[in-house]
């Protein structure tokens, strides 16, 4: 195995994995200043948010899911040289996303208030989260450019550029926030519709900065409407599909489930629902790491996997899963020497309140290591060879038949506390744990696939 492990395999990893994960981290980073601004407001408002924040989750996971056919296929057409048909692939990703995005940046503007009743039956919490879904109704289509882009650029090997595109976003985020929120420079104080304004506007920000970048950079990637619209071949869309359709209804179904994990807490009572949403940053700081070194896997694998080089993928993928638990030993470190400072900037919470997110703190950190593992192993490595299918059947039933089952009994039929149901909830993980180290073992993920459309 040291043969596969030179100086150059690392130095990639690292290239790869640390804007990706910056990326990742500063672009959660736009609720998550929502979150902790709003904390100073007040539970309602941080509550509100936390709902929101989930929902447009929901919606972008449709763009996230047709992102990942995206970088699937552009790492192997990377690796097999096919830049071309790279580019393609970014096109048809842009126009699948948007054309699936239009009817729900409308139900969001038309409807807010029905969609925050899903989650929750706090009349206050219902009006403030309508406020903010209506403002950024457009967020899910501004996602098509970002993660369509994003995706094609990481498999050419560029995250740089995208953390670049998204640290302008993310200091235009805060900046905004800081203006709206609270009514500085002369502003109005506008508390949560600022925030959701400041969201809005960073994000068309970023897709200005992106669309600029295409035009002045030589890049085979180009997305105008011309060039989408030559983009849409027949077989190359139908491959395309082939791979994407599967992440997309296993992200759609996930995100779903992830909403109904939310509604559970939001049901449980405001309390119980703000102290998840208080952990939910720290959560997405450490997932940020997990996700750079998952998606440095996904590149790497696809490089090797599109040159039919099936033994560095091989071994390497081995390698790649013990750095990503090592990776979020390192995480649950951080998040713990930190906690004091965390909780510090919720000024406006109840004892009561930080003491539940306290416990919810501890029952993630527990669980960190297993989800870094299923994480870099499912979407690093067994989508690498588009194995989408099998990912699809094991993410929907682990979590539909075992982590939402469990966690809906341990709060409304055993009535535990929130730390035990936020743990219950985790059981999803640990039967995925088993199920995809067994499929890895098989090699079956071991596919080339820039055979399947003609050079």
Request: hydrophobic content about 60%.
């Amino acid at each position: 195995m040291r043969a596969y492990l030179d100086r150059m395999f690392f130095q990639k990893l690292f290239r790869l994995a640390i804007p990706v994960s910056l990326q990742y981290l500063l672009h959660s980073s736009r609720y998550i200043a929502d979150m902790f601004m709003l904390g100073q407001i007040g539970e309602n408002s941080l509550a509100a948010v936390g709902l929101c924040t989930n929902l447009h989750m929901l919606f972008n996971s449709v763009v996230w899911g047709l992102a990942a056919g995206v970088g699937i296929l552009g790492a192997q057409f990377f690796g097999a040289k096919q830049t071309k048909r790279l580019a393609q692939t970014v096109n048809i990703g842009v126009a699948a996303s948007a054309l699936l995005m239009l009817p729900l940046c409308l139900l969001l503007f038309l409807w807010p208030a029905g969609v925050m009743r899903i989650g929750t039956d706090q009349g206050e919490i219902i009006a403030l989260g309508a406020r903010y879904l209506r403002i950024t109704a457009l967020l899910p289509l501004g996602m098509t450019i970002v993660a369509s882009v994003g995706a094609g650029l990481n498999a050419m090997g560029r995250p740089h550029v995208n953390f670049i595109f998204t640290t302008v976003a993310v200091l235009s985020n805060i900046f905004l926030n800081w203006v709206l929120i609270f009514g500085n420079l002369g502003a109005p104080a506008l508390g949560i519709d600022g925030a959701a304004l400041a969201t809005l506007l960073s994000m068309l920000i970023e897709v200005a900065f992106i669309f600029v970048y295409l035009a002045v950079a030589k890049t085979a990637i180009r997305v105008t409407p011309l060039r989408v619209w030559r983009a849409l071949d027949s077989q190359a869309v139908r491959h395309f599909l082939r791979i994407s359709v599967p992440l997309t209804i296993g992200g759609v179904a996930w995100h779903v489930g992830a909403f109904v994990y939310q509604a559970i807490y939001g049901h449980m009572g405001t309390l119980e629902l703000a102290s998840v949403s208080m952990v939910q940053p720290m959560r997405t700081i450490m997932f940020a790491f997990f996700w750079g070194i998952s998606t440095a896997t996904g590149v790497i694998m696809g490089h090797h996997l599109g040159a039919g080089e099936f033994q560095h993928a091989w071994y390497r993928s081995q390698v790649l899963v013990a750095f990503g638990v090592g990776a979020s030993l390192i995480a649950v470190l951080l998040v713990w020497l930190g906690e004091p400072l965390i909780f510090s900037l919720y000024g406006q919470m109840t004892a009561e309140t930080l003491e539940a997110a306290r416990s919810v703190l501890w029952a993630m950190l527990l669980t960190t290591p297993i989800l870094a593992a299923n994480v870099v192993g499912v979407v690093g490595i067994l989508q690498s060879g588009a194995d989408t299918r099998f990912v699809l059947f094991m993410d929907v039933s682990c979590q539909w038949l075992v982590g939402i089952p469990f966690c809906y009994l341990a709060a409304f039929s055993w009535h535990w506390p929130i730390a035990l149901v936020y743990l219950a909830a985790f059981g999803e993980e640990f039967v995925k744990l088993f199920i995809w180290a067994w499929r890895f073992r098989s090699r079956a993920w071991i596919r080339r696939l820039v055979h399947d459309v003609a050079a």
